[in-house]
């Protein structure tokens, strides 16, 4: 049992996760992790609907954050005993790390396409704003909140804090494919943390965050598990399936709200949301929306008088979900003539076109040139890493992928035309 001068987290990934009461920012760690705005991401599912496909995947945002924490840890320890004047940002780095997804509402990624709105302003006014968590970073150094929204910003000086924390090579994304894989049972992201992690490097010039050429192989092997894990998990059809069938709900639920309020229940918490804009939500309003509370208002739904909106809430509960066919091979022209057809099958059942049925287009991120990519550090100076790996450079171009979405109901005479279409 863990003494009264550390606080233990036991990460399935990471091991013990201690956090010491007498060293100060440490115990800053421990005050922050017990505000009600972290609390709070115990109730918000990392990976969204996933583990309607993915069972074991109900991992939360809290779990991730610790993660993301001890990461940067692991990561900045080695960079900051070769080079010691870079100990007095390990502050900015840590809280940066921990409190990075604070800002994320229900369904993690999923809801930012509900409610349109992106966690990371939120993450930022709850810093500037959130009276537990500016004050306890204020209370280690009244410069701290400054100097986590700048390295959200990607202005902290040097740029290794923030590349550490928002890159191509960072430690949410080690954390996030790591405990994504293991949560979803997928083995597509078992990457090689501790030789990613020792290669790490500081480029004293530019004051960024650079890889030495022994981990070149980590790398690529890494951006090959975070391309399989878009391709195998994150988009998997039933996943994109599961997130198309929630914003259909709340479009549905937000327009019978607006057309006769008095007509579908929603409760206090989230009739703001329906009333006005995320952006013009107080903290507390959005504080107050979390899985739960979205999960409880698709259980009311289901006895919703309006027949689409009972039987997508019911078919989502059930996990009776719509299915996605693979467009990728037809043009756009095609594609929507499929669209068009099925529709045309709905409405001579009687039903909905535009709430069983529609296009979505995801894309699987293998590697970007996002924040300049990632450095390689050579004999001839800093490289970007896609120039010295031909690997690494047939990612730069990852696949986009339609989905078209339909009902069980209407497959046999979708697919005939899907055929059809094929075979022209």
Known sequence: ???????????????????????????????????????????????????????????????????????????????AANWPELVVHRPALLCAALLHDIGHTAFSHTGEEIFHCQHEPWTARLIAEDSPIRQALADYDPALPEQVLAVYRKQYQPLLISRLITSQLDCDRLDYLLRDSYFSGASYGRLDLDRILSALRFDSESGELAVAEKGLAAIEHYLVVRSFMYSQVYNHPKNIVAGWMLVRIFEQARQLWHNQPRSLFVDPLLQPWFERS???????????????????????????????????????????????????????????TLLEHSQQLMRSQGQDPNGYTGLCQTQSRGYTLYQSGIRLATDQGLLEISQRSPLIHALLEPPSQAWLIYPRAIEAPLKQQWQAIQSV
């Open 1 to 79: 049992m863990a003494s009264r001068r550390q606080r233990i987290y036991h990460d399935p990934l990471h091991g013990a996760i201690a956090l010491q009461f007498e060293d100060p920012l440490e115990a800053t760690l421990i005050r922050l992790i017990d505000t009600p705005p972290f609390q709070r991401l115990r109730r918000i599912c990392q990976l969204g609907p996933a583990s309607l496909t993915f069972h074991g995947a109900e991992a939360s945002r809290f779990t991730h954050s610790l993660g993301v924490m001890q990461v940067a840890r692991r990561a900045f320890a080695p960079i």
């Open 278 to 336: 995320v952006a013009d939500l107080s903290l507390d309003e959005y504080l107050a929306v979390d899985d739960i509370v979205c999960l409880y208002h698709l259980q009311r739904w289901q006895d919703s008088t309006d027949p689409l909106l009972a039987d997508l809430c019911r078919r989502y509960r059930d996990r009776d979900l719509l299915k996605a066919l693979n467009l990728r091979d037809l043009p756009a022209e095609q594609q929507q």
